[in-house]
């Protein structure tokens, strides 16, 4: 990356995007989404196309920007002070938010006849897409023909998500949302890959906690570690990530959307609210037990120590793994043992119906709250060693699986 004189020696320039705004309901959006990269100290300069002007104001941009917006290929005052070559090539990454069909359609043929369309055929830097537009424009051939084109190209591209569209339609077109595309752009100013770009992944996280009385409660020793930094990796891997919490001492991780729960009822009904998902992965230590009645007074200490009701808390990762149309594409769980880890983690799997397990033997070394890990993963087709590594390595190394099983050219059954 290029250096810049004015940053104080030791501190690394801040990375640049250049933001074109095009023409489409979802020009909205991409006001916040220049929050979301300024929220990650990304500076953000803006071309905002006639079309995109039509939705969202230049001074909305410029104010959220903290920059002046460019708009007219043939401005002198802008040509002057910036050429549209500059403009490109001063920008780490080029964004397109939303990336319209018909601008979709311009770069994929090399047309520049516009200010949008001339500094994305001048630059030299990676260009990330996000397209919103009707179902059928997406669908339509052309559109399709453009996007292979384009990918072909080395353009990456972001989304479109399916769901309720502006123009009262329902499909693919929805464009993706802020926080995801800052997660692509952060994910590829890092020099990754998104290569979960488009997927939403659920994470379950934490240790639950069960009420006995106003001030007591049944809880375990997890500390959050395993599950936030598979979040985070999910994340950076350019995934949708829902990050279902229980109580811990942790952060939210950067660019993950986290629910706080306290209870398993709670976490349970978080993950039901956040489905569907393509992807699954179960880290909490889930109280196994919950008290039938929680006490609305605190219990005194008099007389016989208390007997506890206990009935079973509901099974998250056996119930996100049932079949159905529902069911993510892949779903992870883990298994901390104490005996017999493979026979029982085996077992686990086939009982819970997830496709993968994550086995810790938790008897031959402290997991809880350590910084490093062991595992076996366990598939449908056996079991794998992986070496002693962080926990921050192992998140790393499980999205990276994950991201290997969903990919297009994988086989059907991700083992
Ligand atoms: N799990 C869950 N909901 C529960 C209990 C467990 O989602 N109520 C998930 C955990 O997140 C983990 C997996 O199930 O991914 C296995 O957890 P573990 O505690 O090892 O298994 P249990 O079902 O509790 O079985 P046992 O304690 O009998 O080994």
Known sequence: METDASVPSGLAAPQRVLLIIAGGIAAYKALELIRRLRERDIAVRCVLTAA?????TPLSVAALSGERVYRDLFSL???????????SREADLVVVAPATADLMAKLANGHADDLASTALLATDKPVLLAPAMNVEMWRHPATQRNLARLKDDGVRVIGPESGDL???EVGA?????????????????AGGEPLLAGRHALVTSGPTREAVDP??????????KQGHAIAAALARFGATTT???GPTALGDPPGVRTVHVESAQEMAAACEAAMPADIAVCAAAVADWQLRAVAARKIKKRGAAPAFDLVETPDILATVSRPGPRRPRLVVGFAAETGDLI???TAKRRRKGCDWILANDVAATPIFGADTTTVHLITATGAEAWPRMSKIALA????????????????????
Do not use: K, Q, Y
């Not at 995109?52 to 969202?56: L, Q």
């Open 52 to 56: 995109g002007a039509e939705f969202v």
């Open 77 to 87: 005052t802008e040509e002057s002070e910036m050429g549209h070559i500059r403009l």
């Open 166 to 168: 502006a123009c009262g």
């Open 173 to 189: 077109g929805r464009m993706a949302e802020p926080h995801d595309i800052a997660a692509a752009v952060g994910f590829l100013l």
């Open 215 to 224: 001030v007591r409660f049944i809880s375990n020793r997890s500390s959050g």
């Open 243 to 245: 990050l279902v919490a």
């Open 343 to 345: 026979a029982e983690a």
């Open 396 to 415: 790393e190394r499980l999205a990276r699986r994950i991201a290997a099983a969903l990919a297009p050219a994988a086989a059907p059954s991700p083992a």
